[in-house]
């Protein structure tokens, strides 16, 4: 079901009751961009740990938006023994809801929008009809704010038909020379509320004038009503003030209430949705969800905290159960099995044997995806097929039981080691975020922290190293970079040749983070990007609002799908994790070649 | 005529004798957002110097996109005795054209992108259709890479069929393990040039052996052509190896090297049609041009200079003759006739006498616009009525001549001292930016620069200054700003007075000029916004992807209508300029009443 602001309130009991009865539910967006600085590869280095990625992601993937948000429910039908399932496709947009409402910015990026485009999204309905939304802090604000009108309010202070917020704060600053037109008001207000009139009519005024005289009565605390009136014959505007009796003033407010409590939950919009999920606390599963669970939280509950451990905290405060799709085909026993963890690939491999496709209905009332006809990139569909992926591989776990069952619930404790465990890209030795503990620290013994001249390219470091046989290199940036050595014992070797080279430095890995920790304690800022790249300080923000400090560069689009983040066909593929035993990674020359020829690209371009 | 990225050559010819034809042209842009720092009010205080004004609007309007061009031409029809119109729409977006290209990040503006969509704009052909463009940087390396190949080519390194800019660089590095393979590719290959076969067939092989293969043949500096093959029955693939003749080399040659100049074309895009005006020397009109002016040069041919001086040389070089119909309403003798300057006002009131509506007639194959059924904010319709504007007020300045003339040329003398000089959005005292020469520089004598706890509010500034009769308060920022006052000898006293005082601080605005001078030689960054406000350091960049830092807030939407930048209705209109003999400005109370509701709701949300 494809929901805009158009039919949102009208939708929003039926997406309610689908998270309620839902067994599980699976989620996907779709971003104006991925990263505002270094390309996607610089972004996700085989050797970050999870605090880096974090801090990286955080940096340069949130001042995107978050404009298209899949939810596809799945409840499980014991008598049709399949499952019922709810898609839903939200467009959201920050539409200010008023004028003192946050004008929200955010960044597009230009292969990430054409790459949308080429799938055919429609961005006319997420600029001119996407729901609106506000994070808590913003709902708290806006509460306050009516609750501060409502005071002033039952105080007899504002009125019910113009409400300023400055206009009773004080008496109204009234230039010299309006001082006698607003007192002859005065006394003609004063007049009508001692006489029986029910109307006054006031001379014709300026719009300046008429301000003052809002100012000035509301603050003399006159219970009245203004009526703007016109005299067509002369073109001239005058206001008529009415007294305003007891029963209409409460009849008005009452009514004033009403609105303004509607008018408070159409500005929150989607972020009831993702209350509800939140609420609901069922499983949510997405497919390589770790940005869309940042932007989730960061567009509709609060901007992302500084420290990973903190993240983790408000992650599972939002989404207590969470499941990732990619992590789990990475995982034994899938692992073995699937050869390319992307969705659309993993959703094709997961149809053949010895997996079964699992049965699905779409629930009355919902347009049924084909995914024979993919619409991936759609929100919707990607988190139906991210959903089907699920069912799969569950499912497949069963027939490990004795006896084998062919269904598996979202309840089972056959996927609990699967739980919030966020897969994280390209990182060649820690698989996953995990959010409800520490995260694995692999030994990183063998890997040696080198910086050398700009000019530098792959070529050289496997020069520099040939006599220490099988190296893997990871750029950091054009004059660093990390490289694996095969053997720990030729860490010292390394270590003691180069102590008196010029032209290039290398650290263990050990001694890199003991730097760079003490740079982050002393307050510096630390240095994450090269020269020609995107060092820049981080001002963090109150609202969403916040943006990063992108500095251009003619930065190559990747290889791969770039949207999905998804891992190339050849190269990138990590070799399968086990979650009880976590294997090490190795990265392939075919990467390193690959990371070659994009430096070289950025080169000659940058020259 | 609306022109998109699909019919973009097509038109462009079109485009060409348009401009070539044409008496004068009126141009007119939309763009995704105004103002990613401070609010409008913000960004144009009252006594900005131009220098102030033009670093405001480079950071903080620049990072936007131009996504919608209108350009108009007329061309004046003596036998007909009427203009010639062709109007052209066109649809812009910075589509990536190859890897290395510029991955364009730009911000949007959600009230702004709001806006826009309010008015029936349409996202999806700028987004799925726009044409794409090249600033003369970004061209020039991206010849100089075509050319660069070209060389490569005529030297026989690089093959016709397969170009990797790292390819003839050096040897590829083999990996052991795949040494014995290329070795024997490299054998039999060495057998095919001496013997009397076209082709060979070589081993199948992964996509990294391809790659070396390639990279191994072409730095060898044979001359041959790969054709992948595959053996079905197998699902091996493999390469097959051809000698090239030279006459087929140099038909294929000739065909890339024009296939390239082809893209090479289409990836200048629109920027094309910039040089084309640009070349022409026409005059160009716009409505509140400057912002215009400023994105077009930014966009199409180069990171706006941080100088003004040196902005203004740019802009006489990429448009030669320009006249802002905003400028020129404000001036004399229009300025006493003409009330509301906005460019949907300004085209009604010079519909009536004693101006005359231009006669226009729009050319055969061109649809024709229609003023009743207003289609503002369409880039080609803005432009339109632009060029009416200028027609009417043109053709007005005839009737002062003896004989009176009902029709004034382009070339005319009488429009001459509106060249060049460009209305400066609700500065005092200051109305244009001359391009072609030094700006006005009126006396601030009695400009007080006033600092203040963040608490105080425009009341508070009024109490201070009482004793001093009518004052004029311009805001800078939470806690500061400017005050006029109606005398210039009272500025002693008021700096006699504060000397003791401790809440507040006065300087004279020479004072608040040499310090600010003084504080950016030593290399500080000026501190323009206040504390919560968007103070920020700003890096320059060399591409058109530099972008801004903004920092969040809540700012209010202006009153009025933003995207135009048009005056308010009451208040902020400029009394009118008189070219020769320039007045000073007023601020009329309204205007400070204004701006202190606009603060009281800032404090409001923000608490």
Same mark, same amino acid.
């Given at each position: ?90 467009y959201i947009f920050p539409k200010p809801f008023n004028r003192t409402s946050p004008d929200i910015k955010f960044i597009c990026q230009s292969s990430s929008i054409d790459f949308l485009a080429s799938q055919g999204f429609d961005f006319n309905k997420v600029f001119c009809n996407g729901i609106p939304y506000l994070n808590q802090e913003e709902e708290a604000q806006l509460r306050e704010q009516t609750e501060e009108r409502r005071n002033q309010h039952a105080n007899g202070v504002g009125t019910p038909s113009y409400i300023s917020p400055s206009s009773s704060k004080g008496p109204a600053h009234v230039p010299e020379e309006h001082k006698d037109f607003i007192n002859r008001v005065i ?20 719009? +300046? ?28 505007? +005058? ?369």
């Amino acid at each position: 079901m494809e929901v805009t602001r158009r039919n949102f309130k009208d939708s929003l009991n039926a997406v309610y009751s689908a998270i309620e009865e839902a067994d599980f539910l699976a989620i996907d967006g779709e971003f104006s961009g991925i990263s505002d600085g270094p390309n996607v590869s610089a972004l996700t280095n085989g050797l970050d740990t999870p605090e880096e990625r974090y801090t990286k992601l955080k940096k340069h993937s949130m001042d995107f938006l978050l404009f298209q948000f899949g939810i596809c429910t799945f409840t499980y039908d014991q008598t049709k023994s399949k499952y019922i399932i709810k898609p839903f496709n939200f467009y959201i947009f920050p539409k200010p809801f008023n004028r003192t409402s946050p004008d929200i910015k955010f960044i597009c990026q230009s292969s990430s929008i054409d790459f949308l485009a080429s799938q055919g999204f429609d961005f006319n309905k997420v600029f001119c009809n996407g729901i609106p939304y506000l994070n808590q802090e913003e709902e708290a604000q806006l509460r306050e704010q009516t609750e501060e009108r409502r005071n002033q309010h039952a105080n007899g202070v504002g009125t019910p038909s113009y409400i300023s917020p400055s206009s009773s704060k004080g008496p109204a600053h009234v230039p010299e020379e309006h001082k006698d037109f607003i007192n002859r008001v005065i006394e003609k207000v004063e007049a009508l509320f001692t006489n029986s009139e029910k109307t006054l009519d006031l001379e014709p005024c300026t719009g +300046f004038q008429r301000k003052l005289i809002y100012q000035t009565l509301n603050w003399k605390g006159f219970t009245w009503k203004p009526s703007r009136q016109k005299r067509l014959e002369r073109k001239e505007r +005058f206001i008529q003030v009415s007294k305003v009796d007891d029963e209409e003033r409460k009849r008005r407010e009452q009514q004033k209430l009403e609105k303004e409590q509607e008018e408070l939950n159409d500005a929150v919009g989607f972020s009831r949705v993702v209350h509800a999920i939140s609420k609901s606390g069922k499983l949510v599963v997405g497919h390589n969800m770790l940005l869309d669970v940042m932007h989730t939280i960061h567009q509709f509950y609060c901007p992302l905290p500084e420290d990973l451990q903190d993240f983790k905290e408000v992650t599972m405060c939002v989404f207590p159960r969470l499941l990732d799709t990619k992590l789990m085909a990475s995982t034994q026993p899938f692992k073995e099995m699937i050869t390319n963890t992307s969705l659309a690939e993993l959703e094709k491999q997961l149809k053949e044997g010895p997996f079964k496709s699992p049965q699905v209905e779409t629930a009355e009332g919902f347009p049924s995806y084909d995914t024979a006809q993919e619409q991936l990139h759609e929100a919707g569909y990607d988190a139906y097929i991210t959903g089907l992926c699920f069912v799969s591989m569950a499912n497949y776990l069963g027939s490990f039981l004795t006896p084998p069952k062919a269904y598996i619930s979202a309840r089972s404790k056959l996927i609990e080691p699967f739980f919030n465990k966020l897969f994280l890209m390209r990182i060649i030795d820690i698989p996953y975020l995990n959010i409800t503990g520490p995260d694995l620290q692999p030994k990183r013994d063998h890997v040696l922290y080198v910086t050398f001249p700009k000019e530098w390219k792959t070529s050289d470091l496997y020069q520099l190293f040939s006599a220490f046989g099988n190296i893997q290199v990871s750029w950091i940036d054009d004059t660093s970079a990390f490289v694996s050595l095969s053997q720990t014992d030729q860490v010292q070797i390394a270590m003691n040749t180069s102590r008196y080279a010029e032209s290039y430095r290398i650290q263990t890995y050990a001694e890199y983070i003991q730097a760079k920790q003490e740079k982050e304690k002393s307050g510096q800022t630390p240095k994450t990007w090269g020269e020609d790249g995107w060092v820049k300080s981080h001002y963090s923000s109150t609202t969403s609002a916040g943006f990063g400090y992108p500095r251009s560069g003619l930065s190559p689009i990747p290889d791969d799908d770039e949207e999905e983040e998804e891992e190339e066909e050849e190269g990138g593929s990590p070799e399968g994790i086990d979650l009880a035993n976590n294997s090490e990674g190795t990265v392939t020359w075919q990467q390193a070649t690959t990371r070659k020829g994009q430096k070289n690209k950025k080169k000659k371009t940058d020259g």
